[in-house]
């Protein structure tokens, strides 16, 4: 949840504050000579040696003629690649994570294909050890266990087949498969209709899983890492009223299905928001073991998954409503004063410059404050607009860009079109530049002495 709290959890993988907490790709271009329509994925992963194995489909449409094509994985040995069933005329790694494929035969633009790489080896960065022994992910870290079309913004279907020894689980995204089990291991199958696979993720451990259903009959899986299951289920429990809760708010559930795992990688784990089933990485810390963690993730679904910001400059659109959401929760739940709890705030934060430095600026990626300042930016948006639009705007965002990639100024037109305000001086003052607003923007509405 917490960006300076991420650096600690993933020490050499590219996280900062990102899209549902982790993604802070350095600005790579989009490679859209193909478009994935799905990930077939079936690893076996062996938690003593934490090596895995790996057979990978990947289906998809050029874009336009391919001599070759270029996939992220990062860690593990490619042993084969073929195309359509025939071998690769060649396959090589370049940089940290590419995997370039040379086809026996070129790809004609328009054509569907399935690219197939088997692989084995130690996952690469982003594939964390729990102290349980297991292991899961971080947000955008799908290229440490399977080829994956990162950084294009191609969501794609993703079904997955994990088989671990006996005794251990898998539980990743989406609906549950049935389990099957052989000699010595089990496989798990999970699947999900559409996803931006930075927002897949697996988690492998001794767990403990506890299916229910929301009251429309969405399927929740928990799943509980050794030793975590009394302290962490009552949070579990509030998972049908956060969402109803979050519902009532930002339109209805994106998903179809639910749910959270609870694991202990250290004890500066943040919560991350992998579509449809948040992971807490230090579910053995109290500290961070609150229901607003809950809240903040969950709207995450919403906000930052479903609608996905397209640059790591556009993650207000993620973090600053998820942490508005749980002002949303504090002040219908717990009767708090928003108001007075943003004057609070700003008095608090008026000699501080990190507090308020820009939560937009092209080509930059905003800093810790959209946590800060991000709520406060929202609040002041609130009073700016008046309650109505803004329950509006919170409500028609995440339904009118469901599945998206979206960026800010694509939402501040929104907000501009839904509120039927000019809005440019506000942003310019609360979202695009830094320093405390004018008194004009930092006491609008009823916020006005
Ligand atoms: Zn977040």
Request: aromatic share 10%.
């Amino acid at each position: 949840m917490v960006a300076t709290v991420l650096a600690g959890v993933v020490a050499g993988t590219a996280t900062a504050a990102g899209s549902a907490d982790g993604k802070a790709a350095a600005g790579v271009a989009a490679d859209a000579s193909f478009d994935v329509l799905g990930y077939d994925v079936a690893i076996g992963y062996q938690p003593d040696t934490q090596t895995l194995e790996g057979d990978t489909t990947v289906s998809a449409t050029a874009t336009e003629a391919l001599d070759s094509l270029t996939l992220q994985l990062s860690g593990p040995a490619v042993r084969s690649v073929a195309v359509d069933g025939e071998k690769a005329e060649s396959f090589s790694r370049a940089g940290e994570q590419d995997l370039v494929i040379v086809p026996a035969t070129p790809i004609g633009r328009g054509d569907r294909f399935r690219v197939r790489v088997t692989y084995d080896g130690t996952p690469g960065p982003g594939w964390l050890g729990t102290t349980s022994g297991g292991a899961t992910t971080m947000i955008g870290s799908s290229s440490a266990w399977f080829p994956v079309h990162d950084d294009a913004r191609d969501r794609a279907s993703f079904s997955l087949a994990a088989t671990v020894p006996d005794g251990w689980r898998a539980v990743s995204v989406g609906r549950e498969g049935t389990m099957v089990r052989t000699a010595g291991a089990s496989t798990f199958r999970w699947a999900e209709r559409d996803v931006d696979p930075d927002h897949v993720a697996v988690t492998i451990d001794r767990l403990t899983t506890v299916r229910s259903a929301l009251a429309d009959g969405t399927p929740v899986v928990d799943a509980y890492a050794p030793g975590l299951r009394d302290a962490t289920e009552p949070l579990a429990k509030r998972l049908p009223e956060v969402l109803g809760f979050l519902s009532g708010r930002f339109g209805p559930y994106p998903f179809d299905a639910a749910g959270n795992v609870f694991v202990h990688v250290n004890d500066d784990g943040p919560g991350i928001a992998p579509q449809t089933r948040t992971v807490y990485l230090g579910a053995g810390n109290e500290q961070y073991m609150t229901l607003r963690l809950v809240v903040h993730e969950q709207a995450h679904q919403w906000y930052g998954v479903s609608v996905t910001p397209h640059d790591p400059e556009d993650v207000c659109l993620s973090e600053c409503f998820a942490e508005y959401a749980t002002w949303l929760w504090d002040e219908e739940r717990d009767g708090v004063d928003l108001d007075a709890r943003y004057r609070d705030l700003v008095e608090a934060n008026r000699g501080d410059d990190a507090f308020w430095g820009e939560l937009y600026r092209p080509g930059a990626t905003p800093q810790i404050n959209l946590y800060s300042k991000g709520p406060v930016a929202l609040h002041a948006l609130r009073r700016q607009v008046g309650d109505e639009a803004f329950d509006r705007l919170l409500r028609a965002w995440p339904q009118e860009h469901r599945g998206e990639y979206a960026t800010w100024p694509q939402l501040e037109s929104f907000a501009e079109q839904v509120t039927g305000q000019d809005l440019t001086g506000f942003y310019r003052a609360w979202f695009r530049g830094a320093g405390v607003p004018s008194d004009e923007y930092l006491w609008p509405g009823e916020l006005a002495p």
